[in-house]
């Protein structure tokens, strides 16, 4: 590995900064990400909730994804876990933010949708299904747990409900006032559809250089601090490769793309549950067997907020307590939660 990245490898100080430079560049870049998926989305017509789980979910994931392979590969599975499962309760931590920053009403009000619906309850089924290896870990065929090949194949598979979903639902959420999302002028994107592609593809470059960062620093601040691998993985790195989900949550709901914001969380969420599948590939063994009690209990809260926010959706109050609704009242305080846990 060329000197300039073994960031392992420098002083506290030095790994300080690399962390906070390459949190500050995620950000930078997921706000811009935002606008290319909203464009991208009404471009291609997959609609503003498959756009945010496939454009902007898989994009903005790209940090946390080399975070966890990376990490796995270089024998941390500790982190590899944490800042999968971490990022799971940050990122829907993050739909109460933007419900905060969303005034006209409540943020689950305005944006529910059946394919929303749809795509949390396939987020459930995803994660749902590295528990059940944790339980069973000792099971590998050459060196991969089967769950490895379920966690993808079932996210293909529920895309494709999504589409079908989308094109053709069964039933649909009431309109109400608060429930009209502004598009992008489609004929003024007509003629940029290239310069789209290829910005989207330097944006997500710059996140993944990003996460490799955010990994390395991770590693180097086990090596030179006391803190350890719970609260290091699950909330710093965590929260960092989670950044861009916040940043455009919150600068879709600023641009009237409501749906887009909870697609991208969720959708960001499903990603996060890949990782491990892709952690597992990458490291000697069955990931799954090096969860721990405090991962299995992080895991659960993340399905418990899911389950808060999917409630909210189906619910969908205009108002709730401090202006937001009762699922993200419920959502923030089952993340400091697992903060608490972590820290303890």
């Avoid at 394919?115 to 944790?134: D, K």
Wanted: charged share 15%; proline share 4%; glycine share 10%.
């Amino acid at each position: 590995m060329p000197e300039v990245l073994q960031i392992t490898a420098y002083p506290l100080a030095g790994l300080v900064a690399v962390f906070v430079s390459a949190a500050i560049a995620i950000c930078i870049a997921g706000t811009r990400l935002s606008y290319v998926a909203d464009e991208l989305a009404d471009r291609t017509g997959m609609g503003e909730v498959i756009a945010g789980a496939v454009f902007v979910g898989a994009a903005t994931s790209l940090p946390g994804a080399i975070t966890s392979v990376s990490t796995a590969l270089q024998g941390q599975p500790e982190l590899a876990i944490g800042n999968a499962l971490g990022g799971l309760t940050a990122q829907t931590a993050f739909v109460a933010v933007a419900d905060i920053a969303y005034r006209r009403a409540n943020l689950e009000h305005a944006a529910a949708s059946v394919a929303g619906l749809a795509q949390g309850i396939l987020m459930v089924i995803m994660l749902t299904i590295p528990l059940l290896a944790s339980a069973e870990s000792d099971i590998t065929i050459w060196r991969v747990h089967p769950a490895t090949l379920a966690i993808p194949i079932t996210y293909i598979f529920g895309l494709r409900l999504l589409w079908q979903i989308q094109k053709n639902p069964m039933w649909i959420p009431k309109d109400t006032d608060e429930t009209e999302e502004v598009l992008s002028d489609v004929e003024a994107i007509e003629g940029r559809m290239p310069r789209l592609w290829v910005e989207f593809a330097l944006l997500a470059g710059v996140t993944a250089l990003a996460g490799f960062a955010i990994g390395q620093a991770s590693i180097g601040l086990l090596d030179k601090t006391s803190l350890g691998a719970g609260p290091v993985g699950s909330i710093f790195a965590a929260v960092a490769n989670s950044l861009p989900e916040l940043v455009t949550a919150i600068a879709a709901v600023r641009a009237g793309a409501v749906s887009l914001a909870i697609g991208n969380i969720i959708g960001g969420n499903a990603f996060e549950v890949m990782f491990l599948a892709a952690a597992d590939v990458a490291y000697d063994g069955s990931i799954y067997a090096e969860m721990t009690a405090a991962d299995r209990s992080t895991a659960l809260i993340a399905l418990l907020m899911t389950g808060m926010l999917l409630l909210g959706l189906v619910k969908r109050d205009k108002e709730g307590p401090a202006m937001i609704g009762f699922e993200s009242v419920t959502v923030l305080a089952l993340y400091g939660l697992s903060v608490v846990l972590i820290v303890t």
